[in-house]
């Protein structure tokens, strides 16, 4: 090895760089203890830096594979150094570097840029910055969250992080919790806020064709310390927008809540919604093959996909709630509304990308019902890790402890060319060790994980200005309400007082045993929900739905009845299509 590709990689990657020489079985010019003449080259740790010597093109990924197993983090970088009898070969993510012994400037090179699919002419993440004075004009519509404006990256970090005291920092932020213990949550607001100032860094850097340069290793560190499950799927977070484009729908269906996504499908269709759609399940086993060749076979452009072909499984584990933001960021769109399964429109959604606030901060929320009041903590929660807030946080119903529940997450629409990085906090949030010691031990669920994980990164992002409302009948007396109040499911209107959309089933109650549909009649607005009944007490925002408004309601309960049969015949093995897959 040429003393002169030494000094390039030192200057790089600092004095903690160790070399491998491939041939010679050599660390930094003193033989290895052991040779690697197994049949599985294993990885060598030296000063906290694993390098991976491949023998042969056919065994590298086994070696890559062998990483958790010998219990190295992906916090750290991995070195190889490609001989010239390696042969071409794909990257995998974990893999950091990629040093050339023959061309030790091969990092900078156009061809490496090209061959990551970060080389490109435009800027990956373009997050709005708002001012009060911009939004004024719609603050009787919307409530926003106008963030403090992020430090850039700059030559003056690299420097101190360069420094004894900025690495010993640099490395705290970067480990990664043991399974099955709480994270520290301030400690990781500090990495996500710093990982975004190199993001945004090296976002504008790459759109200049500019080359990689000494901080590099600092994002990768950060990025595979913070985001471990977006391996292998994809090398690095700049690839999530490279493969994506257009709008669309996502919707998570497991076995469980397959009977609601059929309806709620076919109803978007009967809006004549013309998006694509993405249906996500977990694993192999979360969605039957007979309900997968349903939706694919029954429903007009539905794509199936599974999320653990896109999110490692590792470190998320993956139940039920959880699932959600992830299959946002798996989703193949650029724009997407996320749907849950028992919610069904009244509106086109499509109609929900014009939206005036959802164009400004590319994120767009819907509140939910006030519930449970004089509730602290949540409130104390956030003030224990999050050093600074949005303008709206103070005037949440959670800060003025009117209320438990602050979002409802039934519907939540997302430009990643925005909000990626509130997205990315807000998958974070709802990881295997972050939901189970400590996120959903303080909120419902993944409800309350998009605002807060927009809030982490100071992302911006706005609320449609009304509380869940109620659709469904007046109530029957006794147990189903007062004959005086509109009882049903939760709603949503749009900025007009509209009804848009409602979840919650087509059922008077989806969790008894024998399902009664709504009649739905009416709908009434107010903050006074009565929990068990899922009545709302306010009686002076009662309306009536409006004859178009109850026959798609209604029409929708047609077509659940019509799913109802469908399935029984599923279960017996005796469903037919009705139309094959090749003529969708």
């Not at 010691?437 to 009304?466: C, L, N, R």
């Not at 309601?553 to 139309?579: F, H, M, N, S, Y």
């Amino acid at each position: 090895m040429q003393a002169y590709a030494l000094d390039v990689w030192k200057h790089i990657f600092g004095d903690k760089l160790v070399f491998v020489n491939l041939r010679a079985s050599r660390v930094n010019g003193k033989p290895m203890k052991s040779p690697y003449t197994k049949k599985f080259p294993t990885a060598h740790k030296t000063q906290g830096i694993p390098i991976i010597p491949p023998v042969k093109k056919s065994t590298f990924h086994e070696s890559i594979s062998l990483l958790p197993i010998l219990k190295v983090s992906f916090a750290v970088p991995v070195i190889l150094i490609k001989s010239k009898e390696f042969g071409s070969f794909t990257m995998p993510a974990i893999t950091t570097y990629i040093l050339n012994e023959n061309n030790p400037r091969e990092i900078y090179t156009e061809k490496r840029l090209h061959s990551t699919g970060i080389k490109r002419t435009t800027i990956h993440v373009q997050e709005p910055t708002l001012s009060f004075d911009q939004v004024e004009h719609l603050s009787l519509k919307y409530d926003f969250a106008i963030t403090d404006t992020p430090k850039p990256w700059t030559e003056k970090d690299l420097e101190f992080f360069k420094t004894a005291a900025g690495e010993t920092l640099f490395s705290q932020l970067t480990l990664i919790s043991e399974p099955n213990v709480a994270p520290n949550f301030a400690m990781m607001t500090a990495a996500e806020r710093l990982f975004k100032s190199l993001f945004m860094y090296f976002d504008q850097r790459l759109s200049q064709n500019a080359s990689l340069d000494e901080s590099w290793p600092y994002y990768k560190r950060l990025e595979d310390a913070l985001y471990p499950w977006i391996h292998p799927h994809w090398e690095n977070l700049f690839h999530i927008n490279n493969q994506t484009n257009g709008q669309g729908i996502v919707m998570c269906v497991g076995n469980g809540q397959f009977k609601f996504a059929a309806t709620s499908i076919r109803v978007i269709r009967m809006l004549n919604t013309k998006l694509p759609i993405e249906v996500f399940f977990i694993r192999e086993d979360d969605l039957s093959v007979a309900k997968r060749y349903y939706l694919k076979s029954e429903m007009d452009n539905v794509t199936l996909r599974k999320l653990d072909d896109y999110i490692s499984d590792y470190y998320t584990k993956f139940g039920g709630w959880a699932m959600k933001p992830f299959a946002m960021l798996a989703s193949h769109f650029t724009e997407v509304i996320l749907v849950d399964a028992d919610a069904y429109f009244l509106q086109d959604p499509a109609l929900l990308f014009q939206d005036q606030a959802y164009a400004l901060t590319g994120a767009l929320f819907f509140y939910d019902r006030t519930l449970f009041p004089n509730w602290h903590v949540g409130p104390d929660w956030l003030r224990s890790f999050l050093p600074t807030m949005s303008s709206l946080v103070p005037h949440t119903r959670w800060f003025k402890y009117t209320s438990s529940h602050e979002q409802e997450s039934g519907v939540v629409v997302m430009n990643k060319r925005k909000a990626l990085l509130g997205l990315l906090s807000t998958c974070k949030l709802n990881g295997k060790s972050e939901r189970d010691e400590v996120v959903y031990k303080h909120v419902h669920g993944d409800k309350e994980t998009f605002w807060i994980g927009h809030e982490i990164m100071q992302t911006p992002y706005a609320f449609i200005k009304s509380f869940g409302a109620v659709i469904g009948n007046m109530g029957r007396g006794g147990q189903d309400g007062e004959p005086t109040q509109v009882c049903g499911v939760q709603l949503h209107l749009d900025t007009t007082g509209t009804p848009l959309w409602f979840n919650g089933g087509l059922y008077r109650n989806k969790y008894k045993e024998t399902l009664e549909y709504l009649n739905f009649t009416h709908f009434a607005q107010g903050d006074d929900w009565e929990f068990a009944t899922h009545c709302i007490k306010n009686t002076d925002k009662i309306h009536e739905l409006s004859p178009d408004q109850r026959s798609i309601a209604l029409a929708a309960v047609e077509l659940d009845k019509q799913r109802e049969k469908d399935e029984e015949l599923l279960e017996q093995g005796l469903w037919k299509p009705k139309k094959t897959i090749a003529s969708h």
